[in-house]
């Protein structure tokens, strides 16, 4: 059975950084694009970054760009994500997902494979 797992939240103050893994089980990333998006208490699910694993493409949200880098693990079964400069408006649940080839990478209904998330909270 094909999985996702996310680690690497946590509570950080603003300005910290933080890093996310994401795991697969069950297969490689090779093939697909692998993206992060977020979630808020009483919000949509937000895009966040997007790696398109065979090209090397990275895609970002206004909100991340420039503070977010998504990047390849040295495995081929992890993605990163690497969050600096934190604000207390990131604070949310962080998923990752996976799809092969999706249309728009910023759209979470093209994505098929989701894990169960992990929570960062930034603390003003």
């Known amino acids: 059975q094909v999985q996702l797992v996310e680690s690497g939240g946590g509570l950080v103050q603003a300005g910290g950084v933080l890093r996310l893994s994401c795991a697969a089980s069950?297969?490689?990333?090779?093939?697909?694009?692998v993206a992060w998006f977020r979630q808020a208490p009483g919000k949509e699910r937000e895009f966040v970054a997007a790696?398109?694993?065979?090209?090397?493409?990275?895609y970002y949200s206004d909100s991340v760009k420039g503070r977010f880098t998504i990047s390849r693990g040295y495995t081929m079964n992890t993605v990163y994500l690497q969050m600096n400069s934190l604000r207390p408006e990131d604070t949310a649940v962080y998923y990752c997902?996976?799809?092969?080839?999706?249309?728009?990478?910023?759209?979470?209904?093209?994505?098929?494979?989701w894990g169960q998330g992990t929570q960062v909270t930034v603390s003003s």
């Open positions: 997902a996976s799809a092969t080839a999706p249309p728009n990478v910023a759209v979470h209904t093209e994505y098929d494979l």
């Open positions: 069950g297969r490689t990333f090779s093939g697909y694009v």
């Open positions: 790696l398109n694993w065979s090209g090397g493409s990275r």
